[in-house]
T-cell receptor, first 118, second 113 residues
Framework: DVKVTQSSRYLVKRTGEKVFLECVQD?????MFWYRQDPGLGLRLIYF???????EKGDIPEGYSVSREKKERFSLILESASTNQTSMYLC?????????????????FGQGTRLTVV | AQSVTQPDIHITVSEGASLELRCNYS??????LFWYVQSPGQGLQLLLK??????LVQGIKGFEAEFKRSQSSFNLRKPSVHWSDAAEYFC???????????FGAGTILRVKS
């Protein structure tokens, strides 16, 4: 069974704390993603990575950074958590394409981390 | 820019009734279309996908979807809903160039007995 594992299901952090959300996939996928899910807004892409040490901003990168030191692991970092970052965070992975041109592959999702910033 | 619209935020159907969830997309080139389901407290699971070919695609759990290019739609259907189908459903479009998905806001399905 393919698997994307997020290290925490629930987190409560204080305003101003540095927060790390970890994601590991065991499918040898090239692509990894971090989404934020809010009611009525669906999923919004924060960052994605198509290779080790490579990253690209998504639609809402402000206040976040990412790290991908190994192929299987993709970390989302909140440098200084704020209450408006209270949300559900979903990690996903998908296999890459040789020409990096097509997003026609299935993305596999972790179970999500519900982060509350107080 | 590409976008996905799911016009219905909530839908309630009776168990055994048919279901149609609407999805409209805005994208100039050939879209790659997906439907995902999210059960409470869970991540997203792929129901079905359309890349090319037959415009009626079959998925898991008895779901199907039809791609209509003229209407820019990819509606999800099921002939008979089960109580276990209660969940949130997301339509997504993949861009021809790039590796991102754009998601709709989701439709929450409630099933009444």
């Amino acid at each position: 069974d393919v698997k994307v594992t997020q290290s925490s299901r629930y987190l409560v952090k204080r305003t101003g704390e540095k927060v790390f959300l970890e994601c590991v996939q065991d499918m040898d996928h090239e692509n990894m993603f971090w989404y934020r899910q809010d009611p009525g807004l669906g999923l919004r892409l924060i960052y994605f990575s198509y290779d080790v040490k490579m990253k690209e901003k998504g639609d809402i990168p402000e206040g976040y950074s990412v790290s991908r030191e190994k192929k299987e692991r993709f970390s989302l970092i909140l440098e200084s958590a704020s209450t408006n970052q209270t949300s559900m965070y979903l990690c996903a992975s998908s296999p890459g394409q040789p020409n990096f041109k097509f997003s026609n592959t299935e993305a596999f999702f972790g179970q999500g981390t519900r982060l509350t910033v107080v | 820019a590409q976008s996905v619209t799911q016009p219905d935020i909530h839908i309630t159907v009776s168990e055994g009734a048919s279901l149609e969830l609407r999805c409209n997309y805005s994208y100039g080139a050939t879209p790659y279309l997906f439907w995902y389901v999210q059960s409470p407290g869970q991540g997203l699971q792929l129901l079905l996908k359309y890349f090319s070919g037959d415009t009626l695609v079959q998925g898991i759990k008895g779901f199907e979807a039809e791609f209509k290019r003229s209407q820019s739609s990819f509606n999800l259907r099921k002939p008979s809903v089960h109580w276990s189908d209660a969940a949130e459903y997301f339509c997504a479009v993949g861009m021809e160039y790039g590796n991102k998905l754009v998601f709709g806001a989701g439709t929450i399905l409630r099933v009444k007995s």
